[in-house]
């Protein structure tokens, strides 16, 4: 084991060593001294906060140093008042380069990041709030209560959307019921009233010889001789009487 820890922490080494020897041989000739490089970096940050003061964002046309304002629009929020700048230090090779330039805010602090590259020049700027320990332990703790509360927010519905599915039977045989019974309904013909049963008199005109018998016994019980006066209009039966 220890021997497979010493090869290990000499290739690390040797890593180690070719790493400063490729960078110092890309310092030799770099594409800014580093007078340069401070002095360009501190003109740019004042530049952008000269643009921020005098709010000139419209006017600019490059679209790096309007990036650049923007950066610094919203680490003002954090960062306060811009006051000055506290120190600035830069990496510069022979392609490429960072300079860094500390800003003091009323509020927090600021490192604005400027990415050189040899052909195009500056490529990018960024404003970076510096937050204490105590402010990132917040931040973070912060968005994992977030993120675990939407999760668990989502967990809760889906839950619920699961469980409303054991009540979509019953809904379903309550709708087939009601379509049942609307389809009977319709089928079924329209129920009339109960009407009354309207006394129906017999038509005894053709019966001759009954009406004559008729006509004979009121002319006896009359004392008439014959039947000529008489008319039968209607007969109607007589209700039997009940025995004593």
Same mark, same amino acid.
């Given at each position: 084991?220890?021997?497979?820890?010493?090869?290990?922490?000499?290739?690390?080494?040797?890593?180690?060593?070719?790493?400063? @020897?490729?960078?110092? &041989?890309? *310092? %030799?000739?770099?594409?800014?001294?580093?007078?340069?490089?401070? =002095?360009?970096?501190? #003109? /740019?940050?004042?530049?952008?906060?000269?643009?921020?003061?005098?709010?000139?964002?419209?006017?600019?046309?490059?679209?790096?140093?309007?990036?650049?304002?923007?950066?610094?629009?919203?680490?003002?929020?954090?960062?306060?008042?811009?006051?000055?700048?506290?120190?600035?230090?830069?990496?510069?090779?022979?392609?490429?380069?960072?300079?860094?330039?500390?800003?003091?805010? @009323?509020?927090?602090? &600021?490192? *604005? %990041?400027?990415?050189?590259?040899?052909?195009?020049?500056?490529? =990018?700027?960024?404003? #970076? /709030?510096?937050?204490?320990?105590?402010?990132?332990?917040?931040?973070?703790?912060?968005?994992?209560?977030?993120?675990?509360?939407?999760?668990?927010?989502?967990?809760?519905?889906?839950?619920?959307?699961?469980?409303?599915?054991?009540?979509?039977?019953?809904?379903?045989?309550?709708?087939?019921?009601?379509?049942?019974?609307?389809?009977?309904?319709?089928?079924?013909?329209? @129920?009339?009233?109960?009407?009354?049963?309207?006394?129906?008199?017999?038509?005894?005109?053709?019966?001759?010889?009954?009406?004559?018998?008729?006509?004979?016994?009121?002319?006896?019980?009359?004392?008439?001789?014959?039947?000529?006066?008489?008319?039968?209009?209607?007969?109607?039966?007589?209700?039997?009487?009940?025995?004593?």
């Amino acid at each position: 084991m220890k021997k497979w820890l010493l090869v290990l922490g000499m290739i690390t080494c040797m890593m180690g060593l070719t790493a400063c @020897s490729e960078k110092q &041989a890309n *310092v %030799e000739n770099p594409m800014l001294t580093e007078a340069d490089a401070l =002095g360009l970096g501190e #003109n /740019v940050v004042e530049t952008i906060n000269l643009y921020v003061q005098q709010n000139a964002k419209d006017q600019i046309t490059d679209a790096v140093l309007l990036s650049a304002v923007e950066s610094w629009e919203s680490a003002a929020e954090d960062m306060g008042d811009y006051i000055g700048i506290i120190s600035t230090d830069s990496d510069i090779t022979e392609d490429d380069g960072i300079i860094r330039v500390t800003v003091e805010g @009323s509020t927090r602090n &600021a490192v *604005v %990041e400027l990415v050189l590259d040899a052909k195009k020049g500056i490529t =990018g700027i960024s404003t #970076n /709030v510096e937050y204490t320990f105590k402010e990132k332990m917040g931040k973070a703790a912060l968005n994992t209560l977030l993120g675990m509360g939407t999760v668990f927010v989502v967990l809760i519905l889906i839950s619920a959307i699961i469980s409303c599915f054991n009540l979509i039977p019953g809904i379903q045989e309550k709708l087939s019921r009601k379509s049942k019974k609307a389809e009977v309904k319709e089928s079924a013909p329209a @129920s009339s009233a109960p009407q009354a049963a309207v006394p129906v008199e017999e038509d005894l005109t053709d019966d001759l010889e009954l009406v004559a018998v008729i006509a004979a016994a009121i002319a006896a019980s009359e004392g008439a001789a014959s039947t000529d006066g008489f008319v039968v209009r209607s007969i109607r039966r007589a209700g039997r009487r009940q025995r004593a």
